[in-house]
C-alpha cells in the first residue's frame, strides 16, 4: 500500500450520450481533480439508461481507458433509472446493524419489484434521534441492472469497487461544492442526454428523487423533425457552436416540460405544515449547456435558478483536462466527480 495511485480513485459514469471519466487524488490535503476525459457514445447504444449494445459501449469505454494511458482497473461507478427506487422511509427506531437485519422485511412494504431480485441499501438520517420512530432513506436496485453493469464493466476490463447510485452521487458531489446551499430546500436537477434528475434536498437532506424523461436529444430532435437539420447539425446548435435564430423556441418548449417535472416533484411541499416552497434550482448536466435553457428555466419557474460548477471548491491540476474544454464540459462533470469523491 502507499503507492502512487491508492490515494486516488476513478469516477466513471456512462451516460446515454457521453462517457465521463474523473480521477480525484487525495494525496495532499484536500482532493484535488487529476484527470477529466469525456467521449461520445454512438447514437442509441443506451437508451432511456438501458444499454442497448453492450459491446458497444464496453468497447467505447475500453478504448477511452486505454487512450488515456490509464493502467488502474478500479472504478466507481453508478446505476440508475427505473429500477432503482429511493424512498425516505419511517421505521422504528433501531441500531443500525438492527435496522440491516430488518431492512428487507421492511422495504417489502415500499418497493414494487420482487424482493428476492433486488440489491438493497439504507441510511438512517436522524441517528441521535430521540423519538420511537427514525426516518431513513431507501435504496432498491434490481439485481439484474447491478450485475449488467458489472458484466459490461468487465468486459470493458474494469473492476468496480463501488457502485452508486446516480442522485446520490450528484447529490455528493454538489454537497462538496455548495456547502452554503445545504439550508432550506433546494432542487439540484441535472439535464442529460435522455434523462433529467431531480434530487430536492432539504437542509442537505435528500427528500425526494424523480427522473423526468427528458434531454438534450429531445432538442435536438425537434430541430432535426421541425426545421429539418440533420442530427450533426442540430447538435452544434445545441452546443452552442453555431447559432440558430429558432432555437430559443425549442428551449422554452424544453424548459416548460423540465418546469412542470420538477414541480410535480415538489408540489407535496405544498402540503406540509411548514409551507416551505422551493429556494433555489440548481442546474447541472449537459443540458444545462444548453443556450438560453438556464434563463428560460428561471423566468418559467420564478425561482432563483443557478448553473452548477462542479469545480467551484475542488481544485483541478492545471494537465487535468485531456483534449477537452473544461469550461465547456464541466456541467457533465457533476455525477463522475460525485463519484470519484466518493471511494
Ligand atoms: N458544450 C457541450 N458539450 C457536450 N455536450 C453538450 C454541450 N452542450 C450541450 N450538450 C448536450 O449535453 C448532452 C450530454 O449531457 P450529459 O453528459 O449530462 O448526458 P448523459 O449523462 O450522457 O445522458 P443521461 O444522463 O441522460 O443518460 C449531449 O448529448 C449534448 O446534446
Ligand atoms: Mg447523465
Known sequence: MGLFGKKSSIG??????????????RSGGQPEVARVAVRPLLPDAIVEGEVMDPGLVADTVRSLFEDLGIKR?????????????????????MKESDAREVIRWEAEQHVPFDIKSVELDFQILD????????????????KELVDN???????????????????????????HNYPEA????????????????????EDGVPILTRDIPFGSRRVREGLQ????????????????????PDLHRFVERSAEEVAVGIERASAFL????????????????????????????????????????????????PDAAVNLNL???????LLPLGLALRA
Open 127 to 142: 441517528p441521535h434521534g430521540g423519538g420511537l420512530q427514525m426516518e431513513a432513506i431507501l435504496v432498491a436496485a434490481k
Open 12 to 25: 466513471l459514469d456512462i451516460g446515454s450520450g457521453f462517457v465521463k471519466i474523473v480521477e480525484v487524488d
Open 149 to 175: 453493469k458489472v458484466a459490461l464493466l468487465a468486459e470493458a476490463g474494469l473492476n468496480p469497487t463501488v457502485i452508486d447510485v446516480d442522485a446520490f452521487a450528484l447529490h455528493n458531489a454538489f454537497e
Open 270 to 317: 405544498m402540503t406540509r405544515q411548514s409551507g416551505e416552497g422551493l429556494g433555489a434550482v440548481y442546474l447541472s448536466g449537459g443540458g444545462a449547456r444548453i443556450p438560453g435553457m438556464m434563463d428560460a428555466l428561471a423566468s418559467r419557474m420564478n425561482v432563483e435558478t443557478r448553473q452548477v460548477n462542479p469545480f467551484e471548491r475542488t481544485p483541478v491540476r
Open 225 to 244: 423533425r421541425e426545421r429539418g437539420l440533420s442530427a450533426d447539425e442540430a447538435e452544434d446548435v445545441i452546443q452552442g457552436r453555431v447559432d440558430f
Open 182 to 201: 445545504m439550508e432550506g430546500i433546494v432542487a439540484l436537477v441535472n439535464v442529460g442526454h435522455d434523462t433529467t434528475n431531480v434530487n430536492l434536498l
Open 327 to 333: 469550461e465547456e464540459a464541466a456541467p457533465m462533470l
Open 73 to 93: 482497473r478500479d472504478v466507481v461507478t453508478a446505476v440508475g433509472g427505473h429500477d432503482v427506487i429511493i424512498k425516505k422511509i419511517e421505521m422504528d427506531r
